[in-house]
């Protein structure tokens, strides 16, 4: 193995990444790990966000859907890292206001925490959109047989809207899902140490930036080609009921 | 013949009130209106309990408007509807007091629709125990079991777990029944159950409501079978226009019908 490596030059970037000091590989790894806790995170409160958006958009008063117009429309025209900016210091600037204003002083906002508040806001716009199309597609003459039997709106939504919406949701929300890996990394302006800042700080210590970057692209890379595995499952799963169209003549 | 059929009309009402306890569905005067659009003009109909009532009539007459007011899909402008002796209570503009009596009363109405309407994202044992266990909280093991009864009833015992998408017309319609009675519904509701189907495939299916009129089942079906209608309907119901123009005992309606439409009717459906 090492042989190889020598041969191939590739010893000293080898050296450079290896899991433990002082070797960048660990950072770079404590920083995937972060992103991809918070771009799950982010993932699943957009989706929440996105369900009520899209139930407010779909069945809410007038005010209702105003506001949720207002919602989608201000949040997929601002640019996203403009959004981070500005939901970062006006939330946490918020917070901490609220909670000197209950007398506890300032208070240390988890990166995590913050990060996924950020990303899920943004989320869940173009989630509301995503699933509103999605309930849309629903043939609705399953849910009038639901409403026929007596189901009420919590369950009929529960056990036919949103089961029968998947498969038009899945592919919209593999994109999101895609989009909200790699969005974490605009959290490295508000100082978040995810995996492009720990790729950034790894680089600039070592002066191995093409060592470095690679690596961290490398990494995005290997986790966009198993999200695709797990949502080619999901969409399979949600298509279970449809016939496919392979095979079908063209 | 006016005075003959005022005469009989009196002798049912007389018989509503003598047994209220055999009655399944009393309608009073009930009203429907699209914004403007009048498509229920004052309909009133009882079926007693094993009654098997056929709703024929025009395209637009309003045959699925009435059956669809029956279970609240769409709210009825004014009127009374009474299921089981139990009367949904209507706001002025016929909203429903209290959502819950709707949904509690929808359980007992099994409705089968034109174009099935199964869930497409569940197998047809699945379709079959959704209500059942979901909404009325049977066991599970015993809808399933159940379910097992009324799929192979209808002919689909092997289909169980298919996706209805990958059936026919008919075999969806048959399943559709099945899901229908898994709630044992005090009455049937059939809007056009054969209408969507190819020719070869509406006997099957007619044959299974056939075997559910034998026995007993109580039944609205909204139908273009005159023959089927002829043969299995205990009362014929002719609508024209969001009215009953004419109603009688099938041999009566099909054999000498009175009103000139549902003459000419007659002749165009054939
Ligand atoms: N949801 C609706 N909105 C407006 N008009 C409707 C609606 N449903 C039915 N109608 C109208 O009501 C009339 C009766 O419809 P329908 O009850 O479906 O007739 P049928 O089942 O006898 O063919 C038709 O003119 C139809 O266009
Ligand atoms: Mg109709």
Excluded at chain 1, 144 to 152: D, I, N, V
Excluded at chain 1, 158 to 180: C, D, E, H, K
Aim: proline share 4%; net charge neutral; hydrophobic share 45%.
């Amino acid at each position: 193995m090492e042989l190889i490596l020598e041969t191939l030059g590739l010893a000293k970037s080898a050296e450079l990444l290896s899991l433990s000091p002082p070797g960048w590989g660990g950072n770079l790894l404590r920083g995937l790990v972060n992103s991809l806790q918070i771009a799950f995170g982010a993932f699943g409160f957009g989706l929440i966000i996105g369900l009520f958006g899209a139930s407010g958009k779909l069945y809410g008063g007038v005010v209702l859907r105003d506001l949720l117009a207002i919602y989608t429309t201000v949040i997929r025209a601002v640019p996203e890292l403009v959004l981070i900016l500005i939901l970062y210091y006006v939330g946490t600037d918020l917070i901490n206001q609220v909670s000197q204003a209950l007398g506890y002083g300032r208070v240390e906002i988890s990166g995590v925490v913050a990060g996924i508040w950020v990303l899920g806001i943004v989320q869940g716009a173009y989630a509301t959109e995503v699933l509103r199309g999605a309930i849309q597609a629903v043939p609705t003459g399953q849910i009038e047989a639901a409403r026929a039997y007596g189901m009420p709106p919590m369950l009929l939504m529960r056990r036919v809207t949103i089961p029968a919406m998947m498969s038009y949701a899945t592919p919209g929300l593999a994109n999101l899902w895609l989009i909200a890996t790699k969005d974490t990394a605009l959290l490295a302006i508000v100082g978040f140490s995810e995996l492009t800042l720990e790729t950034r700080q790894a680089a600039s210590s070592t002066r191995a930036y093409f060592t470095f970057f690679l690596a961290a692209g490398a990494l995005y890379l290997i986790v966009t080609l198993f999200s695709g595995v797990i949502f080619a499952r999901i969409e399979k799963w949600a298509r279970r009921g449809q016939p496919s169209l392979k095979g079908t003549g063209r | 013949m006016g005075k003959l059929m005022a005469m009989s009309d009196v002798a049912a009402k007389e018989n509503q009130v003598s047994d209220a306890q055999s009655e399944a569905i009393r309608v009073t005067d009930l009203h429907k209106s699209f914004g403007a659009l009048e498509v229920l003009k004052g309909v009133s109909l009882t079926a007693h309990k094993g009654d098997v009532v056929a709703i024929i009539g025009g395209s637009g007459s309003g045959k699925s408007t009435f059956l669809r007011c029956i279970n609240f899909l769409e709210t009825p402008s004014s009127g009374q509807i009474v299921v089981n002796g139990e009367e949904i209570q209507m706001r002025a503009d016929g909203t429903p007091v209290h959502r819950k009596q709707i949904e509690r009363i929808r359980t007992r109405l099994g409705m089968v629709f034109q174009a099935f309407n199964l869930w497409t994202h569940r197998t047809l044992l699945e379709n079959v125990i959704e209500v059942p266990v979901y909404v009325l909280n049977v066991p599970r093991a015993a809808a399933i079991e159940r379910a097992k009864v009324l799929l192979d009833r209808v002919g689909l015992g092997d289909k169980a777990d298919t996706f209805p998408s990958f059936l026919s017309g008919g075999q969806q319609q048959r399943a559709a029944i099945a899901r229908a009675l898994a709630v044992d519904p005090s009455v049937m509701l059939f809007d056009e159950p054969t209408s969507a189907l190819d020719p070869e495939l509406v006997g099957e299916v007619l044959t299974v409501i056939r075997d559910l009129a034998a026995e007993g089942r109580t039944m609205l079906l909204v139908t273009h079978e005159m023959k089927f209608a002829r043969e299995v309907a205990t009362h014929v119901v002719y609508l024209f226009e969001g009215r009953i123009e004419e109603q009688g005992p099938p041999a009566e309606l099909f054999g000498n019908p009175k009103s000139a439409r549902l003459k000419q009717f007659l002749q165009t459906v054939g």
